[in-house]
């Protein structure tokens, strides 16, 4: 099997960035301007909001601006199982330790949830505790500890789910148990 590469995309990274930038400057103007929202909250609660708004707006915009800056591995899809790179590590799910790829939805937004053998393992594996809390409410909630979307890919949700089929079929019938 030939290794298939897929990149964040750096044109919905802009997209992202500037829709960050609009909402830090909403933030400051909350903050530098309270008096200017007569909404019946009082200024301290405003200006609580909008630097919040400037916290978090603001860090998805530096998240958004390293999309853009650097051409990032996504995904690495070869005869070894799937690389998935997300933060400073990479995570590789070997194919005798996929069941299955599923789509599943919420509200809108489809994600593509990776079925593996042995679930709590993965979970175990992580390092980061974040990640390891958002591990067990993805299994709780969708099945997997894995669910990936190609929002901010550059390949659509369809495609990459039939890449991924295929790939699980080719390999599926040549790897070996350990």
């Known amino acids: 099997m030939e290794n298939i590469t897929i990149y964040t995309n750096r044109i919905k990274g802009l997209v992202l960035f500037l ?47 390293r999309i853009i800056i650097f051409k990032k591995i996504a995904l690495l899809i070869n005869q070894n199982g799937i690389l998935i790179n997300s933060g400073t590590k990479g995570t590789t799910i070997r194919w005798n330790d996929i069941n299955d790829f599923r789509e599943v939805k919420i509200r809108s937004t489809k994600f593509i949830a990776i079925d593996v053998k042995e679930p709590q ?32 890919y550059t390949i659509n949700h ?13 390999n599926s019938t040549h790897t070996t148990l350990s």
């Open 19 to 65: 829709g960050s930038c609009a909402f830090v400057a909403i933030g400051l103007w909350l903050v530098i301007m309270p008096e200017k929202f007569d909404s019946g909250y009082s200024s301290v609660f405003i200006k609580v909001a909008g630097i919040i708004s400037v916290l978090f707006f603001g860090f998805c915009g530096i998240m958004a601006l």
């Open 121 to 152: 393992y993965y979970i175990d594996q992580e390092p980061n505790n974040f990640k390891k809390k958002l591990m067990q409410f993805n299994l709780n909630n969708y099945g997997s500890p894995y669910a990936i979307s190609s929002g901010t």
């Open 158 to 170: 369809h495609d990459l789910l039939d890449i991924l089929n295929r790939a699980l079929g080719q």
